[in-house]
């Protein structure tokens, strides 16, 4: 059976600048990043396909009460690091993990460092997030990766 061509959104995620004084986080703007790539039909999965981890999928996962949640989740919860702020550093960091068909998060990395400082508080409130609303392809719970940027900056 031919594979279809499918075009979605890998990462949809808004990002929030963080500074030393958390009340002043803000939505920075949303970024959507688009590939293409050939995907099977989860109908088409065989068993040793079972753990499959799609990148493209037809429902994205979803942080529980969406992105507004989400944001909410991360301005409550990120700790500008003591160490960071006393060196001045700042940086975007954006970390991949994957969302498990339970809604659980695994396989956390970061893609893109801004300081091993930043990318350990970053690792840590990602490792701390609720279980989230799994993504679906032809109507199947499935695995999936989320790419979420988080940017960190000292307010003068």
Do not use: C
Request: net charge negative; aromatic share 6%.
């Amino acid at each position: 059976m031919k594979k279809e061509l499918l075009l979605l959104s890998l990462m949809a995620g808004s990002l929030l600048a963080y500074s030393a004084d958390q009340k002043n986080a803000s939505p920075v703007r949303e970024e959507v990043i688009v590939a293409t790539e050939e995907m099977p039909r989860t109908e088409d999965m065989g068993e040793e396909d079972e753990d499959q981890v799609f990148v493209i999928v037809e429902k994205k996962a979803e942080f529980p009460g969406g992105q507004k949640k989400l944001m909410e989740y991360l301005r409550e919860n990120i700790k500008y690091p003591e160490k960071a702020l006393d060196k001045s550093l700042e940086g975007r960091v954006y970390v991949k993990f994957t969302i498990k068909k339970d809604g659980s998060i695994d396989e956390i990395k970061v893609i893109r460092s801004a300081d091993p400082i930043l990318d350990e508080e970053a690792i840590r409130v990602v490792k701390n997030m609720p279980k989230w609303i799994p993504a679906q392809h032809n109507g199947k719970d499935v695995n999936s990766t989320y790419t979420l940027p988080i940017t960190f900056h000292i307010k003068s």
